[in-house]
């Protein structure tokens, strides 16, 4: 099918950065001018053309949908046509300038059209479908397999830090000891705080000398 652009979301499609599939110069038969020189862009099943390569503006766009590409009658032109059937017959004539051009040109249309698009889909779900009835269901049993529970660990459950005293060292090594069984929050809350207050508590402390040292002697 066929429409005059006059919908912006066409127009942006047209004059976007999206990928091209191809692109040239092709003679349009129109039926009062005859053939005429315009610039064709194929975008997915979007074959816009316009009166100049630069234009912006598409002068129109033929929607590649129950469709199929032939070739025409005058080989002299190197033409080919789109041709539509359905309520209202039509075809789109199109002329390459040379025999590689219009082959070219063909093929691409063909595999643009949403039709040849679901062959493709199909005869990719046939093969899945025979390589999987090919695939021995022994092969299926050969795959990896997760080491059986108790030899796997909470890695989280692994207390490992150097910069800990010697007493959180301790408590770490404990920890480590127990990795093989799952270890609550509560549970690590218990074994390490109440080093940390004592820890905190030690630190106090030496503060505390520390600050009565610097005191003078005498005081007035």
């Excluded at 816009?48 to 590409?69: N, S, T």
Aim: proline share 4%.
């Amino acid at each position: 099918m066929a429409l005059k652009i006059n919908e912006k979301v066409l127009s942006g499609i047209a004059s976007s950065t999206s990928p091209v599939d191809r692109e040239g110069w092709l003679n349009k038969k129109e039926s009062s001018k005859g053939f005429v020189r315009r610039w064709f862009v194929l975008k997915g099943n979007l074959l816009f053309y316009f009166e100049k390569k630069d234009d912006r503006e598409p002068a129109g766009v033929i929607i590649l949908v129950g469709c199929r590409v032939e070739l025409d009658d005058d080989d002299k032109l190197f033409t080919f046509k789109i041709v539509f059937h359905g309520m209202q017959d039509r075809a789109y004539v199109l002329g390459a300038e040379s025999q590689d051009s219009m082959e070219l040109w063909m093929k691409a249309l063909a595999c643009a059209g949403f039709d040849y698009m679901k062959l493709m889909v199909a005869d990719l779900q046939r093969q899945i479908d025979e390589l999987e009835e090919s695939t021995p269901k022994s092969s299926l049993n050969d795959a990896p397999k997760a080491p059986p529970r108790e030899q796997r660990y909470n890695p989280f459950n692994r207390v490992q830090d150097a910069g800990m005293s010697k007493q959180t060292t301790a408590a770490g090594t404990e920890a480590q000891n127990s990795s093989h069984k799952d270890i609550t929050f509560h549970e690590l809350h218990l074994m390490f705080g109440k080093q940390i207050l004592q820890d905190r508590e030690e630190w106090i402390r030496k503060k505390k000398q520390e600050t009565d040292l610097e005191k003078p002697l005498i005081q007035f």
